[in-house]
């Protein structure tokens, strides 16, 4: 009896260990890909990775960073890209990192938020690795082999901001985003104050997740902001599709963020916020190669914007619901805010009426930033920590 | 409409992607197997389902396929539990994981299909009936199964002969199996159902209320609905009951926020578990049913 046990213990220690291999393989096969540019080895070729906190077709922020690290891929020289998608938001980036390293990976792209301590960390301990930031804002000193980079965000979206305030009828639009983050606070604030600025009686109805990515949560989400009243939604997700779908079956309108998913409801996409980071990472890498990253624009918090005519994230394409006059009004903003013009050009007001941006001056990206209130206009509370 | 109708609406639609995998989850653990796969269950029941509606067109069918997907995965912690003698909890977990990874390497190109979701579906009269009508009958298809499966669960359990070897193998299989009956077979037969349920329960948030596939887009939901029958003490009403209002709890959260009543997010975030948590202590101080004696053993000699 005991030793049929422990034969049978022994059988599935062996079984499990099949197993649970079988599964760690199928893990890291979903996680992992490698695509090479150029089939050389070593000889002058250079390895960057790039890490996703998601999905790489999650039709939002993730794709979008796979999308363009794909383009780096194909269009530069001598260049070897590997990426991990699925990384989640604590140590297991830093193994990461460590086993792109250990793959021959001189370049990093840590591109979720909360990534962050991670990247800097990992960068002030490899100092022959030069370790790239998404979203992250670092006040201090920087590592010569540190730099975070974003766009302002909200130039756009307050443009989506427009189009929403145009079509709505019940004037009430929806917003479900996930953590009531800097990014994202502006993002609301500048969709609607692009709303008002066509719509005087525009409100923006807010409500959070505490997830990037939990579709039944978006559903819920969507479902109240729609019996709410809202007939637009717009969301900062990192995934889009539930609040899209739940659009469609209401038959409300959809603004975009991250990538451009007018496919999964075409009639009902407005417009949207869509990231093109390809330029960008092929530009920061370029430094990196040509030996001037250390003190350069991307050795520090880069942010990239209309007016520099570098922004990352662009104005998606318009559905058939916005009107002809509407689109130019829209494309006449955005050459303005091109030109330098703000959206967040005071007076601005908080809910509660506090003066958020004095009347006549334009904030600066580090001010605004560092809004903490939503605008007038949006119902809805910032969740206190 | 107003905020509590809304709030009832979205977590009767919500809750069945709970309600039916716990009702799965109960069966399985009544004939002594603990399934915290259960989870990958229901993962794999949400992408079977979205990818057989890609496939046919049809949610409905697309549902079939979710069942069949849970149920597969449950055949295999069947396997490794009943016949490999395995560990249940450890068991649960590689099925979970396994899970977790196969929908992620087969699932990665459906996230950019669109399908035509389970549509709502209006019960005539029983509609019409002021205020609950329409909280109650109009929903998907899936809603209906759940309200039909509490019943047909406490009939099976309780009043059938079926019923009682299943619970007679959770408390002592020896005794069934002196009995001429095989303990084992029945085992794997309810963790089978309960893996088909939980595929079900999947294919409510896929092709049902959300109608989306993504990534791990149980976020969790199926340890909620294992967790569910254990503070229910395995009854199948309260197992219910705890399911709902976990779903309405996290309707509750978004609708609280729209009507612009602020509660710390901490809170707000925990509230479904805490909610069902105290309903469920509440609902059990008369006392319930204790864990049934042989579940998480493994039988040795016991055919």
Redesign the interface.
């Known amino acids: 009896m005991l030793r049929k046990f422990t034969f049978l213990k022994r059988r599935l220690l062996k079984l499990f260990v099949t197993v649970g291999g079988v599964a760690s393989l199928l893990v890291t096969l979903a996680s992992c890909g490698t695509s090479t540019a150029s089939a050389s080895s070593s000889g002058g070729t250079t390895t960057v990775g790039f890490i996703m906190v998601g999905s790489r077709s999650d039709y939002g922020y993730n794709q979008a960073v796979y999308v363009a690290s794909q383009t780096v891929a194909k269009e530069m020289n001598n260049i070897k890209v590997i990426t991990a998608d699925n990384i989640p938001e604590n140590s297991s980036v830093t193994q990461t990192m460590q086993a792109m390293v250990n793959q021959g990976a001189k370049i990093i792209f840590a591109t979720s938020y909360g990534y962050f301590p991670y990247a800097l960390k990992f960068a002030k301990s490899h100092p022959t690795v030069t370790v790239l930031h998404q979203g992250g804002y670092l006040t201090g000193k920087f590592p010569a082999n540190f730099g975070t980079y974003w766009g302002e965000a909200f130039e756009p979206v307050s443009l989506g901001g427009m189009a929403a305030g145009s079509v709505t009828k019940t004037n009430k639009l929806g917003f479900v985003y996930a953590f009531p983050i800097p990014q994202t606070i502006d993002n609301i604030d500048a969709f609607e104050l692009g709303a008002q600025s066509v719509n005087p009686k525009a409100k923006t109805y807010v409500v959070n997740t505490s997830n990037w990515c939990d579709p039944l949560k978006q559903k819920e989400a969507a479902a109240a902001l729609l019996a709410q009243g809202a007939d637009v939604l717009s969301q900062h997700q990192d995934c889009q599709a539930a609040v899209i779908e739940a659009a469609k079956q209401a038959h409300a309108y959809v603004v975009g963020y991250h990538y451009d998913a007018s496919s999964l409801d075409p009639s009902g996409w407005l417009t949207g916020s869509v990231w093109n980071w390809a330029p960008l990472y092929k530009s920061i890498i370029s430094t990196i190669l040509s030996g001037h990253f250390k003190g350069s624009k991307y050795n520090a918090n880069f942010v990239g914007s209309f007016a520099a005519h570098n922004n990352p994230l662009v104005l998606a394409p318009f559905g058939k619901a916005v009107s002809p006059a509407m689109r130019s009004k829209i494309l006449a903003e955005e050459a303005k805010l091109k030109a330098g013009a703000s959206i967040f050009k005071g007076p601005i007001y908080c809910q509660n009426g506090q003066l958020l941006v004095p009347p006549g001056v334009t904030p600066t990206y580090a001010q605004i930033n560092n809004f903490s209130c939503f605008v007038k206009g949006v119902v809805g509370t910032i969740p206190q920590g | 409409?107003n905020?509590i109708?809304?709030t009832l609406?979205?977590g009767i639609a919500?809750g069945t992607?709970i309600v039916i995998p716990s009702l799965g989850e109960l069966t399985s653990e009544l004939a002594g197997i603990v399934n915290l796969g259960t989870e990958g269950c229901m993962l794999a029941g949400a992408l079977g389902a979205y990818a057989v509606t890609v496939a046919t067109g049809s949610a409905e069918i697309g549902v079939a396929g979710g069942a069949i997907a849970g149920a597969v995965f449950g055949l295999l912690h069947a396997y490794?539990t009943i016949y490999?003698?395995?560990d249940q909890l450890?068991s649960g977990l590689?099925v979970w994981?396994?899970a977790?990874?196969?929908t992620?390497?087969l699932g990665?190109?459906y996230?950019?299909d669109?399908i035509t979701?389970l549509p709502v579906i209006s019960i005539g009269g029983l509609s019409k009936v002021p205020w609950l009508g329409p909280i109650l009958f109009h929903q998907d298809l899936l809603v209906y199964v759940g309200y039909v499966l509490v019943p047909l669960i406490i009939f099976i359990l309780h009043r059938t002969r079926i019923g009682l070897l299943l619970r007679s193998t959770g408390e002592r299989p020896e005794v069934v199996s002196v009995a001429g009956n095989r303990p084992n077979l029945i085992q794997a037969t309810a963790v089978t159902i309960g893996a088909l349920l939980a595929g079900v329960g999947g294919a409510q948030?896929s092709v049902g209320?959300?109608?989306?596939w993504?990534?791990?887009?149980t976020?969790g939901?199926g340890f909620v609905a294992v967790a569910v029958v254990l503070f229910a003490s395995w009854k199948p009403l309260r197992v219910m009951v705890g399911a709902y209002i976990f779903g309405v709890a996290?309707?509750a959260?978004?609708?609280l926020?729209?009507?612009?009543i602020?509660i710390?997010?901490?809170l707000?975030?925990a509230l479904p578990y805490l909610v069902t948590l105290i309903a469920l202590v509440i609902v059990s101080r008369k006392g319930g049913r204790k864990a049934p004696e042989a579940l998480n053993r493994a039988l040795?000699?016991v055919t």
């Open positions: 409409m905020g109708e809304q609406i979205g919500g992607a490794l490999r003698k395995a450890t590689v994981f396994l977790l990874g196969v992620g390497v990665t190109s996230v950019n669109v979701p948030l209320y959300v109608g989306t993504f990534d791990d887009m976020s939901y996290l309707s959260e978004s609708v926020q729209t009507n612009g602020a710390n997010q901490y707000l975030d040795i000699d």
